[in-house]
Nanobody
Framework: QVQVVESGGGLVQAGGSLRLSCAAA????????VGWFRQAPGKEREFVAR????????YYADFVKGRFTISKDNAKNTVYLQMNSLKPEDTAVYYC????????????????WGQGTQVTVSS
């Protein structure tokens, strides 16, 4: 149903910043939990951050707390991920999902995936 398009990735030096965007279409997000996942080479996809659209409540993986900030634009149906103090271990393809469900306390992506956006952090 929903379509997502990720953008904003690129190459950055360690300590630098990037701002990712996820534009969603096909449905409203008023009752959704939207967030970001990432997948590094040879690794499984992992949760990064999420936001509850209605309340703005945010939740982060421990490894990005204090460095990344998730936000949203209601009018544009867009979620952002501001990434500061980037580290080489942040290198991954970052994916957005617009229909996250909480199952046994953990985020489960239930929406469709876009192609992702590559983030590469050099040392």
């Amino acid at each position: 149903q929903v379509q997502v398009v990720e953008s904003g990735g690129g190459l950055v030096q360690a300590g630098g910043s990037l701002r990712l965007s996820c534009a969603a279409a096909g449905r409203t997000l008023s009752s959704a939990i939207v967030g970001w996942f990432r997948q590094a080479p040879g690794k499984e996809r992992e949760f990064v951050a999420r936001i509850r659209w209605s309340s703005g409540t945010k939740y982060y993986a421990d490894f990005v707390k204090g460095r990344f900030t998730i936000s949203k634009d209601n009018a544009k149906n867009t979620v952002y991920l501001q990434m500061n103090s980037l580290k080489p271990e942040d290198t991954a393809v970052y994916y957005c999902n617009a229909d996250i469900k909480i199952v046994d306390g953990g985020p489960v992506a239930s929406g469709s995936w876009g192609q992702g956006t590559q983030v590469t952090v050099s040392s």
